[in-house]
């Protein structure tokens, strides 16, 4: 009897071990496919803060996604804090960049300087697809409309983007 006792003794601590491991832990976060190649298209859609990435017609990811600071409207000069609305191509990737990876867009087009000329203005520069700032712990999130007239992610969904990007893929931004 002793022994069975002893036995059980030093069974119950493990099955208890055990039952706390299986029904306990938190659940596991569901993952997500990742893209396999390149995307030839994105959407961003600035009234839903929205950004698709689309291959072969077929859309294969979601971000939400912070704007300028003052976002309503296309971008007119430097420093008005909006993002521009058009047709863009990645023309440029920064790894050093102030924010966690960048993609630059090839703004301003010849319109917009154009415009910008005749209104004795400068078009601005430097849009780009990035991550929140550098300065940032890796959690954090910016979540209002911060940027200078960019598009912000998170870090991790950059360095997804980063990935299945390549020069010249299509960048619309809609309204």
């Known amino acids: 009897m002793k022994r069975l006792a002893a036995i059980f003794a030093t ?3 493990l099955a208890l071990l055990a039952a706390a491991f299986l029904y306990l832990r938190p659940a596991p976060t569901p993952s997500v496919r990742p893209i396999a190649g390149m995307v030839d298209r994105i959407v961003v859609e600035k009234s839903a803060r929205r950004m698709t990435l689309w291959q072969d017609g077929t859309e294969v990811r979601a971000y939400r996604i912070a704007l300028g600071f003052s976002p309503e409207g296309d971008k007119f000069e430097q420093g008005d804090g909006r993002t521009p609305e058009g047709i863009f191509r990645i023309n440029r ?4 960049s102030a924010y966690h990876l960048s993609l630059g867009l090839d703004y301003p087009q010849s319109q917009h ?3 910008a000329k005749a209104a004795g ?9 990035h991550g929140q700032p550098n300065t940032l712990p890796e959690s954090v999130v910016l979540k ?7 598009i912000a992610v998170s870090n991790a969904e950059i360095r997804e983007i980063w990935q ?3 020069p010249e893929t299509l960048v619309e931004i809609r309204p």
Do not use: E, F, K, Y
């Open 11 to 13: 069974l119950l601590p």
């Open 93 to 96: 990737r920064n790894d050093q």
């Open 113 to 115: 300087r154009a415009r």
């Open 121 to 129: 203005v400068s078009p601005g520069g430097d849009i780009m697809i």
């Open 144 to 150: 209002t409309d911060w940027t200078a007239g960019c």
């Open 164 to 166: 299945v990007t390549g």
